[in-house]
């Protein structure tokens, strides 16, 4: 975690070190419940729900970090990435399929004293589909249920960054879904199973 280091002039600025602490806390608990969660849970049937590497998503957003700008996480398991954007003054919201994660984001959320927001559903806009470039609409591990967007008051549009952590070949299906729904100069970060954030804008990486 970056702290108490001089900055240039295109480096955002070091957090506060108590904000810095108490993001360090927060990935701890975190990943902690992620632990007893792929133990007691994972080990017995298959669950979507894998914890990314938090400290890679922070420094990825300390770059996109202005206040007040809207941001979305796609499946925010127990919402520890929005509740991180809500620290570092984003207006948070996430969406997550699974109800009883979305109670664990909402104690977590309650814990931490964030204001971060959540919807139980899915993160597709109704009657959104998908097909890849070889017409295959399959989403992957990707859910089916009713849209979150409504429950938020906002539509994918009224998000400048928007956060996912995809599954292998789930990507393309983000990256449609922001093209055909997001807007034009919003922000969307990919987390990857090799610890990358990877930062797009109008489809491009930047
Ligand atoms: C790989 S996990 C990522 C968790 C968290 N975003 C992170 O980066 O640590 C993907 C999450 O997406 C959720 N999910 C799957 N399909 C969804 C959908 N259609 N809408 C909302 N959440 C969904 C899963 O339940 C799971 O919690």
Redesign the pocket.
Known sequence: MTRDRPTTADEPPALDPELAARLDALFEE?RAW?HRFDAEVRQDAW??????E?GS?LTALMSLRRPGRRFL??????G??TIMADLLDFDSC?????SS?VDVARDFATQWHSNARFAA????PMGWEWRNARGDGR?G?????PS?YLQLGRALDEFDVV?????MGEEPLMLDLMRSHGRDDAILMI?TPQDETKIYQGGRRV
């Open positions: 975190g992620w669950h979507p729900f894998v914890a990314a938090y998503v996480e796609w499946g925010s398991g127990t520890v990435i996430g969406i997550e399929l699974d994660l559903g899915s993160f597709l989403p591990t990707i859910g089916d249920g979150g956060y996912g952590f995809p599954w987390h």
